[in-house]
């Protein structure tokens, strides 16, 4: 005859309730260990470079389809806007801030706030003046930068508008 030890105890294993301050135990209920976090993103499942469809790309003389691009805290896609001369040519960038919203954002100069579409939004000069961006608003901690960088920033802002504008109805 053979003995032995096994791993498996019969049963169906149970969450242990926590205790309250009584010491009691608190019931749980299953909607509330299966809620999901309040404080995940809406953007934790965008892909940034499907914010700008054909159409869109179209529109802003983009021929090639975004990459992707990681730009401070950032995920992000780049895509570049040919202008026939490296002056005139600039890249335009999509990023998403998941736990940063408008009221961080840092420029050259104090944040100018503008409106896209529905949502506030705030523009700013980058890069030493070289970028324009606008930060669209998506939550209170959450937002999407639409920048370009090139020769000149302001030059760049009313596209980087017309870009932000065509963005802004892809947003959660």
Known sequence: MLAGCSDKTPGSPTAQPEPTSSGSPSPTTKSSATKPS??????????????????????????????????????GCQWRVDKGTTTDSYS?????????????????????????????????LRGGGSGCAISIEVTEKSRVDVQAAGASGEKLC???????????????
């Open 92 to 124: 335009i960038d999509v990023g998403l801030f998941e736990t940063l919203g408008i009221k961080d954002v840092r420029g050259d100069g104090a944040p100018k706030p503008v409106t896209v579409g529905s949502r506030k939004a705030v523009q700013t």
């Open 38 to 75: 309040t404080d995940e993103s809406p953007l934790k499942s965008v892909d940034p470079c499907d914010l700008l469809d054909a159409s869109a790309m179209r529109t802003l003389g983009i021929a090639e389809p975004g990459e992707d691009a990681t730009v401070g805290k950032s995920r």
């Open 158 to 172: 009313p596209a980087v508008l017309e870009a932000a504008k065509l963005v802004e109805p892809e947003l959660p």
